[in-house]
């Protein structure tokens, strides 16, 4: 409940206000302060000279490219040595040479079928010979060549298998081949050299003689070498093992064979790893710091008529981009402190120093609405030119801009607040739309004479065309200003300056009509009475001022004097005229509640206060007030004329009544003997405010001069004059205008202005002739001889007064 008091108050409320506002327009003129370089595209012309306001880092791409390169290039190519290939060819030569023994020794003699000596010869059996045997074996082996030729992995050609099987695959054979193959395959056997990416194939410019990791799979043992070529390929391993098998091997079939089996045994196992190889060159690359070219402050970044280039380019994206996330928040905290303590600064010395300047909380907040809605407006604008680009010759980034209709909110303010309040509207919008489009004097003059013609047309507004022809003079004056900021130009082609001024002149009707069209929405939305609103109050057959006739016809002549008074002086003191004529026909509205307790609407009737007392004649007078408020809230008269029906006594006292309570309390306590409770004073005034504007101010001074001057008996000039003086001076020395703006001069204007129109309504008349009755002569009246007597009525009674009576019995009235 406490916060909820507090937000009620209205210095709370402002502030939340001011903030609020202050943080959506930071927010749209943001993007135009922290970003300060202008966007160029390659190709275009710079417009103007830029210096780096400030020293940044240029990052120096082709050089950090060859960097990375040599960095890359220096990593070691890595290999993988697969040490279980050896032990795999040489159990493939183990198992082939195995069975292929195995199958021969099918072939010898069964040691069970020779039979005994004595056996033996008795049946003549005879043992077979060497020959015998290898020529069996040989048979046995040819036969399983292909089991051989499976279990060895390859086709074996028939010598080549005809010289290992008259060897019978002997083990020794079989020794020496696994040796020469763990000679050459545990010095590593390099697979295509020519295709593993050395100098070629990576696009890292890997030439001959780079360095080289072996990594040993699965140990993962790594050997760094200076150069690929400490290893060998296959083809030079195959020669290197054939030429040892040629010494060794004195048989040449046998050697053949084993040059055969052995450079098909022989295979690579070091592998140019390609994915380790790329991984470790990009952690290389990546380690490597950029090169970066040091730009001082105040260094030229573009020159004027400069074609931008990608050097250029990149100049103005590193200056842009240079801005830390830090930096951009101060900035944006910078440019909010700036627009609060602006806005802040200008109500203040607005409504200390500026007469007249009164806004409530209500206006601050359309104002307020008024001036996001038209930042947005630019700010939307600013990006679709910033989208569209610059797609003619004839259209710069302005065109779009030149279109929108800114003067909009100026000339809302104009007929809602007056001048002095739009004037400084226009300013501030004008101020803030030349940030937001980026610094640019030339759209914040545009934008500023726009609003000042658009604030002027429309004062005052009393005709719905008014608007329109507003927006037709703004758009004339767009033209002028389009056209004499494109004359400062060296080169103003013109088709360019025909589409700019015809869009300035669209820009400016369009604001018009959108002044026309919102006005009624915003006045009913807001409750603002416009002069147009008041035009239409101002009628005599609206039904408030019907009822007052009806019920209280003597106030209602009171109230159209006063309103003729007001309008009169309140030309001549600068007031608004309109306003205050029309609150003058209203401000008494509430003695339609009780009209005959008010002395100008009774009628040769009793006066009904001489059976009250005092205090409640007072209470009755004072409630008029009340009453006349609730009415004017009821018909929504608007808050100008409410303020006016509520200030219209200020704090003024009831003097008759006032002075009636002390004589009753003197007669009283001088009869009964007795000290009774003083008079209070302030029970006899009303409750105020005093009048706080010229219009008010004029009400409450006609509505006592107009009143007073019915009680004269012989209104001359002389006396009125004498009269409408001494009572403005009263009122002046009371101090009920103390609050109002109205100086001396404006009271010696209003007292001139008050004398020449009673002495016009109370002007002396002279005595028309009465008319002779039938049989009577006119007696000091001259009389028209050639009127003819009338005849005398049959239905009169010959009683006048009686008759008359009842005859305005029969009428209703009393």
């Known amino acids: ?92 030569l183990t198992r082939a040479f195995e069975t292929m023994r195995s199958l021969q020794r099918k072939g010898d003699p069964d040691p069970q079928g020779i039979p005994a000596p004595d056996r033996a010869v008795e049946t003549g059996w005879t043992p077979p010979t ?11 082996a040819m036969e399983n060549r292909k089991t051989f030729e499976a279990m060895i992995g390859f086709r074996v050609p028939e010598s080549v298998f005809r010289s290992l099987a008259s060897e019978g695959f002997s083990v020794e054979i079989e020794e020496k081949l696994s040796t020469w193959l763990q000679k050459f395959m545990s010095q590593g056997i390099v697979a295509n050299p020519t295709l593993v990416g050395i100098g070629e194939g990576n696009g890292s410019g890997d030439k001959p003689g780079r360095a080289v990791a072996v990594r040993h799979i699965p140990s993962l043992k790594e050997e760094i070498h200076s150069t690929v ?33 052995g450079s098909r045994l022989l295979e690579p196992n070091i592998f140019h790893n390609r994915v380790e190889t790329e991984h470790r060159e990009a952690r290389a690359a990546d380690a490597v710091k950029p090169v970066y070219v040091a730009i001082k402050k105040n260094e030229m970044l573009i020159r004027e008529g400069q074609r931008i280039g990608v050097d250029e380019l990149r100049k103005l994206q590193a200056y842009a981009e ?29 409504h200390r120093h500026i007469p007249g300047f009164q806004l409530n909380i209500r206006d601050y907040l359309f104002l307020g609405a008024v001036l996001v809605l038209i930042l947005a407006m630019g700010r939307y604008t600013a990006w679709i030119s910033e989208a569209i680009g610059t797609t003619s010759s004839y259209i710069d980034h302005r065109t779009l801009v030149f279109a929108t209709p800114l003067t909009t909110g100026a000339m809302l303010a104009s ?23 980026g610094s640019d004097f030339d759209l914040f003059m545009f934008s500023l004479m726009g609003c000042f013609v658009g604030v002027h047309g429309v004062t005052p507004c009393r005709n719905r065309m008014i608007p329109i022809k507003t927006g037709l003079l703004v758009g004339c004056t767009n033209v002028i200003v389009v056209v004499l900021s494109m004359l400062f130009r060296e080169q103003w082609p013109a088709p360019a300056l025909f589409a700019n001024a015809s869009v300035a002149f669209c820009g400016g009707v369009m604001a018009g009509i959108l002044v026309t069209g919102l006005a009624p929405l915003a006045e009913m939305g807001f409750g603002y009475t416009t002069d147009i609103k008041l035009l239409e109050l101002a009628s005599m057959d609206q039904p408030l001022l019907q009822e007052l006739l009806l019920q209280a016809p003597g106030t209602y002549h009171h109230s159209i004097i006063v309103g003729n ?51 409640m004649s007072s209470l009755i007078l004072i409630s008029h007030v009340k009453e006349g408020v609730d009415l004017a809230k009821k018909h929504k008269l608007g808050q100008p004329i409410i303020d006016i029906i509520r200030q219209h006594h200020g704090r003024s006292l009831i003097s008759y009544f006032y002075q009636k309570a002390l004589d009753a309390r003197e007669k009283a306590q001088s009869s009964k003997g007795a000290d009774l409770p003083p ?38 000039p002389a006396r009125i004059q004498g009269l409408v003086n001494k009572l403005i001076n009263n009122v002046f020395i009371d101090g009920q205008l103390d609050e109002c703006e109205l100086t001396l001069k404006d ?44 005849k005398c009525d049959r239905d009169r009674s010959s009683t006048s007064g009686e008759g008359s009576r009842n005859d305005l019995k029969r009428l209703g009235l009393h």
């Open 322 to 350: 240079g801005r830390h996330e830090y930096h951009c928040f101060l900035a944006f905290i910078t440019i909010f402190l700036f627009i609060a303590l602006y806005l802040s600064l200008l109500i203040h010395v607005a």
């Open 565 to 615: 008074m007001v309008e009169a002086a309140a030309k001549s003191i600068g007031a608004n005229s309109l306003l205050a004529k029309v609150a003058a026909y209203y401000h008494d509205i509430g003695k339609i509640r009780k009209p005959l307790y008010f002395i100008e609407n009774q009628f040769d009737c009793e006066n009904r206060h001489e059976k009250l007392a005092p205090s």
């Open 1 to 92: 409940m406490l916060l909820v008091e507090r937000l009620e108050k209205p210095e709370i409320q402002k502030a939340l206000l001011l903030v609020g506002t202050s943080l959506i327009v930071a927010l749209l003129l943001a993007p135009s302060l922290t970003v300060s370089t202008p966007s160029y595209s390659i190709g275009d012309v710079a417009k103007a000279n830029l210096k780096a306001k400030r020293g940044f880092l240029l990052l120096d791409e082709e050089a950090t490219r060859r960097k990375r390169l040599e960095a890359a290039a220096s990593v070691p190519l890595v290999f993988d040595f697969h040490e279980k290939a050896l032990p795999a060819v040489q159990s493939r």
């Open 747 to 790: 009271l010696h204007q209003i007292a001139k202005h008050f004398n020449q129109i009673l002495a016009t309504v109370h002007h002396k008349r002279i005595e028309y002739p009465s008319v002779p009755q039938p049989g009577t002569k006119a007696r000091g009246h001259a009389s028209d001889p050639n009127q003819r007597e009338p």
């Open 229 to 261: 070529g400490v290893y060998r390929d296959l083809d030079s391993a195959t020669a290197a093992l054939s030429e040892a098998i040629s010494e060794e091997v004195m048989d040449p079939e046998l050697a053949e064979a084993l040059i055969f089996l």
């Open 130 to 140: 060497r020959a015998d045997i290898d020529r069996r074996r040989y048979e046995v």
């Open 415 to 437: 007929i809602f607040f007056g001048v002095t309040p739009a004037f400084l509207f226009s300013l501030t919008l004008s101020l803030f739309l030349g940030i937001l489009f």
């Open 679 to 716: 008079i209070n004073i302030e029970d006899y005034r009303y409750p105020g405010p005093k009048p706080q504007t010229k219009e008010a101010g004029l009400v409450m001074l006609a509505d006592i001069v107009e009143a007073a001057c019915r009680s004269l008996n012989e209104p001359t």
